[in-house]
């Protein structure tokens, strides 16, 4: 999905599934009519049946031959006129010898016979040919439309017809398949972290039997996840290419087809073919199209197929062991709606997750793309990353080739800083209505807001250690972010505990009111926590004295998440106001001591914005320093 000179469009092996199938339709209708026409032209005059009644009736029937459906035979020719209309007489076609063909349609006339040898006609009870014609008309038509239709089925089975008419079910990932990526992790930048992560892959691909030996377990699946343009198919590109191995590479969206089953054939043939040419990669694009999670929607057909597809790909994933060489990688911008099936372990149960790259990182990816542009002397790259912050990637290969295009058009030897400064401002500006680049205002309150959160996290003894504070957007809603990395996996927490996160939820906020007088909405997610979190302290946990040992909600949710609203069990109006007292209290007074927290700190808060407004990322080490330097407030002793 990013267009790139490397990516292979699908090729038109398979075309338009519906054109040959539209084609051998209206062969078999043809034939159909033309047989029908066939079998119901004969030499023979029609007349009603009660004009072959009466001529009958009037011994005018030489003889007949009588079938399921029609009477046919021969009139005498003489002394028609007397029964017949003249006009009716004119049509007969009668022969020398003086018998004129007829036929009639056959009624339910329980006297035929009888009448027919009361009048000593000769008659005969089989039809001429009869059979060839129905044989014609009917069976054959329908012999062929089957073998059609199954002919389509076995297509669909997948590999089963290999060469055969048409290659529907044949994987497209066959046309995907590039030997030499001719990406290495040389190409991409900014990601380290990610590389190294993958850097074990690396050398299991190049060394399967090693591994084997030793009997190490390597990950079958590894899901990148990152907003578009982070760099998910050049990393897994890359590390096709780093290990030299086959790459194959198809779209989610593609697997998911119009006809039931083709999808699901089209997964299993990509697996086989995979598993030829390991060791090898995978990589499946866009999962979240054919990954979306199942029995969620009531839509009929569309949805069963991507489930079918869903379904063969688990198995299959199942189905084969890593040593075999084969690793799949998934590239998806919204994990969230994955089937969480898939992110069992024995699947996708490695996550690499792409941020869109910090100051450093976009200079690192900006001389990347700039290693075949003449750049002008003197140009500092850093500065040109400095006013980009938010771009992804993908916007950073894009400016650069903007820039070098304008210092083309303009006739120049070499890019310089004005072609850069213009490509830039063309770039954020399409892009700041579709991603947040934020305005410097904004940055300096998001930087305040999030080193607020982290150093209300920083002094409360039993809240989880700062890993990483940022203020590049990530996703839609957040502006930055606070990582905070719990030391253990707890199961249980005090009031103690959840009193400290109660106030890291309101740190961002505070720290807002006290640098600018003034609060922003971004807050908003922050407040609901936070109020969530003290409602269910109150009405579950039987946190709150004046209200007692006594819960007012079923729990409907892990104790450690706080989100959503249990069910409200029955109370009291006069209950109902102590509950929201209570909560108020709880939260008026995490607002006072965040206030004092913050208050005291205020060199080591401006600092750490500072810090943050520089670089966008300050990570453990940096945050240590910083407090040694600027911290002057009172000591807190961590629990934790
Ligand atoms: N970290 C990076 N280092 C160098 N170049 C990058 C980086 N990230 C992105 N790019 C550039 O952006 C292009 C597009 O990136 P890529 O297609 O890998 O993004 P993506 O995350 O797969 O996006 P999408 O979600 O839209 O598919 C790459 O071909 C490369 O030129
Ligand atoms: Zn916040």
Excluded at 252 to 260: I, K, L
Excluded at 274 to 290: G, H, N, R, T, V
Aim: proline share 4%.
């Amino acid at each position: 999905m990013n267009g790139t000179p490397q990516d292979n469009k699908p090729g038109d092996t398979a075309g338009n599934p519906l054109r040959p199938m539209m084609w051998y339709w209206v062969l078999g209708l043809t034939l159909f009519a033309l047989f029908q026409g066939f079998a119901g032209i004969s030499a023979n005059t029609p007349i009603a049946y009660s004009e072959f009644k009466q001529l009958l009736y009037a011994g005018k029937i030489n003889e007949v031959q009588i079938s399921d459906t029609s009477i046919s035979g021969a009139l005498k020719k003489d002394g028609l006129a007397t029964v017949l209309p003249k006009e009716k007489v004119d049509t007969l076609k009668c022969s020398a010898d003086g018998g004129c063909p007829f036929s009639t349609v056959r009624v339910n006339d329980p006297d035929l016979i009888s009448d027919l040898e009361a009048e000593h006609v000769r008659y005969t009870g089989e039809a001429r040919s009869e059979w060839m014609g129905t044989l014609l008309a009917w069976v054959f038509p329908v012999l062929l439309l089957v073998w059609l239709w199954s002919s389509m089925l076995k297509r669909g089975g997948g590999g089963m017809m290999a060469g055969g008419l048409f290659d529907i079910g044949k994987s497209k990932a066959r046309v995907y398949v590039q030997s030499k990526t001719g990406v290495t992790f040389n190409d991409v930048a900014g990601i380290d972290e990610a590389k190294e992560e993958l850097m074990e892959i690396v050398e299991f691909l190049k060394n399967p039997q090693r591994y084997r030996r030793l009997g190490g377990k390597i990950p079958k699946g590894v899901l990148i996840v990152g907003a578009p343009g982070t760099g998910k198919t050049l990393l897994a590109k890359a590390l096709a290419g780093e290990a030299g191995v086959p790459f194959f590479s198809i779209s989610g969206s593609e697997f998911v087809e119009m006809f039931v089953g083709v999808g699901a054939a089209r997964v299993r043939d990509l697996f086989t073919q995979a598993e030829k040419s390991a060791p090898c990669i995978i990589f499946i694009d866009e999962l979240d199209a054919l990954g979306r999670a199942r029995g969620v929607s009531g839509m009929a057909a569309g949805y069963n197929e991507q489930e079918q597809t869903l379904n063969q790909l688990l198995v299959e994933m199942d189905g084969f062991d890593t040593n075999k060489g084969v690793i799949i990688l998934g590239a998806t911008n919204r994990p969230e709606i994955l089937d969480p099936a898939l992110l069992r372990p024995g699947r996708f149960d490695r996550h690499i997750a792409l941020d869109r790259p910090d100051l450093k990182g976009r200079e690192k990816i900006l001389e990347v793309h700039t290693r075949q542009v003449t750049l002008a002397p003197g140009i500092k790259l850093g500065d040109i990353a400095a006013r980009t912050a938010g771009l992804a990637g993908a916007d950073l290969a894009n400016l650069v080739n903007e820039a070098a295009l304008l210092a083309a058009r303009r006739g120049k030897q070499a890019v310089d800083d004005k072609d850069f400064d213009e490509a830039a401002d063309r770039v954020v500006a399409g892009l700041e209505k579709k991603t947040r680049v934020m305005n410097p205002m904004e940055k300096q309150t998001v930087a305040f807001h999030e080193a607020g959160h982290a150093l209300t996290a920083e002094y409360r003894a039993n809240a989880d250690r700062v890993a990483k504070i940022s203020i590049i957007p990530r996703g839609v809603a957040a502006l930055g972010y606070t990582q905070q990395l719990p030391t253990e996996d707890r199961y249980l927490l005090k009031k103690t505990e959840l009193l400290d996160r109660l106030d890291v939820f309101l740190g961002g906020r505070v720290a807002e009111e006290i640098v600018f007088g003034d609060m922003s909405t971004g807050a908003q997610n922050d407040l609901q926590m936070a109020t969530d979190m003290a409602r269910h302290m109150v009405t579950q946990y039987g946190m709150s004295e004046r209200l007692g040992l006594a819960t007012f909600e079923q729990a409907s949710t892990s104790p450690l998440y706080p989100a959503g609203m249990g069910e409200r069990l029955p109370y009291s109006e006069r209950t109902a106001q102590g509950i929201d007292q209570e909560i108020e209290q709880l939260l008026s007074e995490a607002h006072e001591r965040v206030r004092q927290t913050l208050v005291d700190r205020r060199p080591l808060l401006d600092a750490l914005a500072q810090e943050l407004l520089e670089h966008e990322t300050v990570d453990r080490a940096a945050l240590d320093r910083l407090a040694a330097q600027f911290d002057a407030g009172p000591p807190v002793r961590r629990v934790r």
